[in-house]
């Protein structure tokens, strides 16, 4: 038998951003006017655009979190709609508590169909008259960022405020951001106080940047197997808080990133005599979705690692924790 090392493309092209994508859906149902370019074909925004133009009163969104996160609060709001939303026997088991309870303290009426603070879910859609309301930060930037998506939809705004440390705050932010863009005003996150007002908006369109966590899969490649590889459709400022890969993979495993801003791609470079690190120690807190690639890569180079800030990866579509835990340890890890 003979093992060959395998050679990817030089260049090559990624789907939009699912993070992204997603956002842009509820608020292209919500507000209209929005044109969205570039958009996700991943299983999860498929999920999401097959909901929302659903006319069934039972919506099954499967394994995908972002869909019930982001739906739940959807239809809250949608007058004299009655849904049933479930998915997956996993989803059943991802707490959902946080966001309804805000959404209850907005006025809405969201029903427990089985286990108390978990999906299915049976929400009767009305317009909600309050515009404050508490959330706790420290569980899913996923609550929050449905409760912005909506809040601009409601007659006097909403002011949320957010409780505790703050999770995967860039998810948070890059949600600010095209609230901001569709609104031309400026919404941010000032001391853990979010003010969205009534928002009316224009026609705009939106090209999605490609996915920088599917990126992550071919910094891993570079370092690995020290080939050079261009990939399309990345900016230098952008919205996603897995861009951090390119801080991480430059420190820890020697590949420089290059941006062309011209050609809105990105090229992977890797550093000549680098020599890699004797310990690897981080805290993804702000982008837990690439931890698993940067701990595969640092087992398949020998490092060791401690890497922190990982808590919402034990409440995916699977216990990622314990997955990522099993798998190395059939490496030897």
């Known amino acids: 038998m003979k093992l060959f090392r395998p050679v990817l493309p030089n260049e090559i092209r990624i789907t939009g951003s699912k993070s992204e994508s997603n956002r842009l859906l509820i608020l292209q149902k919500l507000f209209g006017n929005i044109e969205i370019k570039n958009i996700s074909n991943s299983q999860d925004t498929n999920l999401l655009q097959k909901a929302l133009n659903s006319d069934e ?50 006025g ?10 978990f ?3 049976k929400i009767k859609g009305k317009k909600l008259e309050k515009n404050f309301v508490e959330i706790p930060a420290d569980i ?11 809040g601009g939809k409601l007659k006097n705004g909403l002011t949320i405020k957010l409780l505790g440390e703050i999770t ?24 853990k106080t979010i003010q969205i007002p009534n ?40 919205l996603q808080g897995d861009s951090r890969i390119t801080e991480i993979y430059s420190q820890f495993f020697g590949i ?7 050609q809105q791609e990105i090229t992977l470079i890797p550093k000549n005599n680098f020599s890699l690190p004797q310990f690897i120690q981080l805290n993804m807190n702000d982008c837990p979705d690439i931890a698993q690639t940067v701990c595969v890569t640092a087992a398949a180079l020998k490092i060791p690692f401690e890497i ?13 924790l314990s997955a990522l835990q099993n798998e190395l340890k059939k490496i030897g890890c």
């Not at 059943?92 to 309870?101: A, D, H, M, N, S």
């Not at 809405?108 to 603070?117: C, P, S």
């Not at 899913?140 to 909506?150: E, G, H, K, P, R």
């Not at 990982?310 to 990622?320: H, M, Q, S, V």
Request: aromatic share 8%; hydrophobic share 40%; proline share 3%.
């Open 256 to 262: 420089d990133t290059i941006f062309n801003e011209n």
């Open 199 to 238: 928002i009316k908006t224009q026609k705009i369109a939106f090209t999605v940047e490609s996915d920088w966590s599917s990126a992550s899969y071919f910094y891993s490649f570079s370092a690995l197997n020290r080939q050079k590889i261009t990939l399309k459709n990345f900016n230098k400022n952008s």
């Open 168 to 191: 995967s705050k860039p998810y948070i932010e890059m949600t600010l951001k095209l609230l901001s863009e569709i609104s031309g005003k400026s919404i941010i996150l000032k001391d």
């Open 108 to 117: 809405a009426d969201i029903e427990y169909l089985e286990k108390e603070g």
């Open 308 to 320: 922190g800030g990982l808590a919402t990866l034990k409440i995916k579509e699977t216990d990622r």
């Open 140 to 150: 899913s930037s996923q609550f929050i960022t449905s409760l912005i998506l909506v």
């Open 57 to 106: 009163k039972i919506i099954d969104i499967h394994h995908a979190g972002t869909a019930m996160r982001f739906l739940t609060s959807f239809f809250a709001v949608q007058e004299d709609a009655e849904k049933i939303l479930t998915g997956s026997e996993r989803m059943k088991q991802r707490p959902i508590k946080p966001l309804v309870e805000a959404l209850r303290e907005l």
């Open 119 to 121: 999906p299915p879910l």
